[in-house]
């Protein structure tokens, strides 16, 4: 792919993994209208941060062996701070009832609060035989990282975050890679290493005698710490080690090491432990972050998307995936750029040519497409590229396929000006008919000719006029001498097919009959 095909390809990507969601209802009953008010503005959101940074301070203030005043001040503010959080919790509730549920971060904080209440109540139980309390109040701090999401200029930190979750399955798989050589060199060394002289940093922990302790050894082993003094008892013989000596329940006797055997042991794991394994760990963070960076300087991002789809729920509701053709002009105005098409922009949205389907709509997919189109611009080479990630759009989104499109903003247009175009053409016309009998009743009245024939009688609108201003009472025609104004309608067969019938207007006879 070229540069500009992969940029199309990654903002294809992240649109195509989205869709329009139902918003959440407001409720109907005045007091929890009130409360969803409340709750819904990003205002709220930034208090219940403030609050959380503020419990956070006050964890950093206490020691170890504390005055009893200061403990008891911290436990008043603790127990401020659980009740201003179960507040919330609730008022979330009652406003967005079950639909509270629907997201991870409010289940998170349910679990929070409902691990703090119980932190409160059963603290002197919970401390004797399971955790400490305040591990629950630790918890509590994670929500601090719903900040980021308020915070759009933490884009160095939401990288770094992001990097880290892309790098998660890899991680896990290279893990399971160096559990498996653990695994295998545990084995060895208690094979081997089990009945080593205790001393150095041999001892009661860390020996080859078990698998889980060989097992902690290589751990140490991989962060290159300490193998030194592992591999110093293994290296000992005679007369430092007693070759001779019973270990009880085991047929094998001493505790000498093999040097060599050590020697290749510790080689070739620290080779393929931290050498090689670990540093495939910070590879693949590293990878990931370069992506990461690349992605955040593209000029679609994430957070574009999102804004696009929050904006979308104002216009459509339902989740039907359609707006209007008359919203359209509105909604891309209120967009945030790199995507918003400001006022006056319905010039800018007929060339688009978007495709309309019936009841003049237009589907999400279609507009999103072609602001992207407007943002990173268009080539003849993005067109196979396009056509295949819009046959992905039409397996994961059956709604737009349903829908065949019948014209397009650019034909709505087109089909617009031609209305207007016979509408002046037929004007001037009726403006033709009405000069003709205007003339010759004019000319009649002042005897100037009589042999000049007279017009056809249901011509005359303006002539019906005239004569009435020179005070002749006779008709000049026999279907106009009622007080009703015109009215034409212009209906052709190239405009039903997508567009209603253009009526003109009842207008008075100085409009020229239309």
């Keep these: 792919m070229t540069e500009e ?48 940074c503020l419990n956070m301070v006050t964890m950093m203030v206490e020691t170890d062996e504390q005055s009893l005043e200061k403990e008891t001040i911290l436990y008043w503010v603790n127990l401020v701070f659980i009740i201003i959080f179960t507040t919330e919790c609730s008022l979330k509730i009652i406003a967005l009832r079950h639909h509270y549920f629907a997201v991870g971060w409010n289940i998170f904080d349910f679990v929070v609060v409902i691990l703090s209440i119980v932190g409160l109540l059963l603290a002197d139980i919970i401390e004797k035989y399971f955790v400490s309390p305040t591990l629950f109040r630790v918890i509590r701090l994670a929500r601090i990282g719903r900040i980021l999401r308020l915070i759009r200029g933490a884009k160095g930190i939401r990288t770094l975050l992001f990097a880290l979750m892309m790098s998660l399955p890899a991680l896990f798989n290279i893990g399971l890679l160096l559990f498996l050589i653990m695994f295998i060199f545990s084995i060895f060394g208690m094979s081997n290493f089990a009945y080593v002289k205790k001393e150095g940093m041999i001892d009661d922990m860390f020996n080859f005698e078990s698998f889980g302790n060989s097992m902690i050894c290589l751990f140490m082993i991989t962060t290159s710490a300490g193998w030194d003094g592992l591999l110093s008892p293994i290296m000992n013989t005679p007369p430092d080690c007693d070759p001779n000596i019973e270990n009880p329940g085991s047929p094998v006797r001493g505790n000498c090491g093999s040097p060599a055997v050590g020697i290749v042991f510790f080689t070739s794991y620290i080779i393929m432990s931290f050498l090689v394994v670990v540093n495939m760990y910070i590879a693949i963070i590293l990878e990931n972050f370069n992506v990461a960076t690349e992605e955040s300087s593209e000029p679609l991002s994430e957070d574009d998307f999102e804004m696009f789809y929050e904006t979308w729920e104002k ?122 009998p205007a003339s010759w009743k004019f000319k009649e009245k002042t005897e100037e000719s009589h042999n000049e024939p007279s017009p056809r009688k249901e011509e ?22 009622q007080d009703e104004n015109m009215e034409v309608k212009l209906q052709s067969e190239f405009l039903l097919h997508a567009a209603p019938p253009y009526e003109l207007l009842k207008e008075s006879l100085k409009e020229s009959a239309v």
Aim: glycine share 4%; hydrophobic share 40%; with cysteine.
């Design 5 to 52: 095909q992969k940029k199309y390809y990654n903002a294809m990507k992240k649109m195509g993994s989205k869709k329009p969601q139902k918003p959440v209802p407001r409720p109907e009953n005045r007091f929890q209208g009130l409360v969803f008010d409340l709750v819904t503005k990003q205002f709220f959101d930034i208090f219940i941060m403030v609050l959380i």
């Design 315 to 436: 216009f459509d509701p339902d989740a039907s995936q359609f707006i209007h053709y008359n919203e359209l002009s509105v909604f891309c105005d209120v967009l945030q750029d790199p995507l918003r098409i400001p006022k006056p922009n319905h010039i800018k949205l007929v060339t688009m040519d978007l495709p309309l389907v019936p009841g003049d709509k237009i589907h999400c997919l279609d507009i999103l497409v072609a602001l992207i189109k407007e943002v990173l611009g268009d080539s003849g080479a993005m067109e196979t590229l396009k056509a295949t990630l819009e046959e992905k759009f039409m397996a994961n989104n059956p709604s737009k396929v349903s829908y065949e499109p019948i014209s397009s903003t650019l034909r709505r247009k087109q089909e617009e000006v031609a209305a207007v175009t016979i509408q002046r053409a037929y004007r001037r016309h009726l403006q033709q008919r009405a000069v003709k």
């Design 460 to 481: 005359g609108l303006l002539s019906k006029g005239i004569s009435q201003q020179l005070g002749v009472t006779e008709m000049v025609s026999g279907k106009l001498d």
